[in-house]
DNA sequence: ATATTTGCAAACCGTTTGCAGCAAG
DNA sequence: CTTGCTGCAAACGGTTTGCAAATAT
């Protein structure tokens, strides 16, 4: 009955309380990329008493023991909301149509590579990136 | 006497008053990536008189006409500041040091080709892409 | 002459935080 | 019982904006 979430929030030691096991479960069940707002919207949406202060704790908290990342995308409208998504087994980057906002997610070992081998080749260690492509699609 | 920016605001049109030729001079001579504070700063060492204000509003329009180029880089202290360059004429990508916050600009045709690749294979055209590769030194 | 830009201070907006009460362990 | 969590509302920090005066063309 519990979601994916809620079972590493324990693991992590973290107090279970209502408000944290519906955020953990929406985060748990969304296939997209919400941010705090529509988190926030999902989850009073299953009890209506939750704070959206109590929202932007726990995906942080959430955040900081490596359960969920945070992205920046960058989006026409200017607008600057950090958007959500579990952490996946493989890691995976990001292309965002443009158009439409669609967010598909993909992975490449030979870019993988490649950066490391450009980090290498500059006497550094990769320890993180971040890669976007912005494209439209082709009709 | 006038700087590279000033050379291109005058093609783009606009008004050059004391303050942007000064912001544009700031910017013409920055070889790191500084932000809104940073350009600010050596501004106001030029001339005391000019106001944040307008170094926001500088900054802004010359990234729409396209003479700067935002980023908004992750950085431990978790400051939001966008910082900003003179576009290129030939594009290039950063890695970042964690240790230290310095930035290294490379370009590597490989990853970029690699990059429109993957872009196809999904079916989009890429138009953008954003690329940051966070390191430390390899002692 | 007139349209644009400036400086100031106030507004904005996403996010964080102090606090008193509440709930998990 | 104790420690941590919540809701509220106020604060924060980077950025934008309304306005009247100043300036570029």
Chains 1, 2 share one sequence.
Not at 56 to 76: M, N, S
Not at 114 to 138: C, F, N, S, T, W
């Amino acid at each position: 009955m519990s979601s994916e979430i809620e079972q590493l929030c324990i693991e992590k030691g973290m107090r279970m309380t209502d408000q944290r096991r519906i955020i953990a479960k929406v985060l748990s069940e969304a296939s997209d990329h919400p941010d705090v707002e529509e988190v926030y919207r999902r989850s009073t949406n299953i009890d209506s008493k939750i704070s959206i202060a109590t929202v932007y704790r726990t995906v942080r908290l959430l955040e900081e023991v490596g359960i969920l990342e945070r992205h920046d995308f960058r989006v026409e409208n200017g607008e600057n909301r950090a958007r959500f998504e579990l952490v996946t087994q493989v890691h995976h980057d990001h292309m965002i149509d443009i158009d439409t906002g669609a967010v598909i997610e993909f992975h490449d070992d030979e870019i993988e590579e490649l950066q490391k081998k450009i980090a290498k080749k500059y006497g550094y260690k990769l320890i993180d990136h971040r890669m976007e492509l912005y494209g439209v699609k082709i009709k």
